[in-house]
């Protein structure tokens, strides 16, 4: 019985000639985009960073660089204040802007209020939630959620008593709240906020216990309703 050679798929088929090189071509492209993602990951990686903290590293005095700055929120500045103020006139704060300052009667608590709440930002001053749509700045109409250190500007904190006068004076007007109660409730639990709520309402927390070092299981909540303030129009 005479021997059959086996035919190769290059001989057999002239397809081969387009098929083989593509295959090669298609492998060679997928180790070289490996090694190229290997080499250049750490340069890419440096970059982003880089300009995320170009970014953020520039962060503006929106209080102090006010054209008009309202010092101190007395009566007579807060009684002077139009009811509603365009929203398109006001410069919204970006991530590590100073906006405010934050005084309560009865208490120490003064500081400064930054927008955002990142660990760097709460070693500077107050920190204001930012990471949902229903949480605002003071005059939006929303949910204004304000967090401090307990052993550094929100201490005092533990002081502020129901009827006790919330002041913060932005870039663009002074706002009144008043305190209606306060409680101690669990990190994770969400019902000590609303970010669903159609009024404008304050809410002020910090760890607890107050002396307490490091991270804590608790948080001591401040709640206050809106008194006063220009209501940021939208539509004007």
Known sequence: MP?????????????????VPLALAAVTAALLAALSFALLQPYQMMLGWFFDNATSSQPQDLLANAG????GGTAAEAAAQPESIPFSSITYPTVGDRYATITIS??????PVYYGDANKILNRGV?????NGGAGLPGEGKTILLAGHNNTFFNDLQHAEEGATVTITTHY?????????????????TSAYDF???DENLILYTCY??????FTP????VYARYVSGPVLDRNS
């Open 3 to 19: 021997h059959s050679k086996k035919r190769s798929f290059v001989r057999s088929s002239p397809l081969a000639f387009i098929v």
């Open 68 to 71: 008009t700055v309202i010092d």
């Open 106 to 111: 009865g208490t120490n608590v003064d500081a």
């Open 127 to 131: 920190g204001t939630y930012m990471e």
């Open 173 to 189: 007007g002074v706002y009144t709240y008043e305190v209606t109660g306060t409680e101690i409730l669990d990190d994770q639990d």
């Open 196 to 198: 669903s709520r159609e």
């Open 209 to 214: 216990p107050f002396d307490a070092m490091g």
């Open 218 to 221: 608790d948080r001591f909540f």
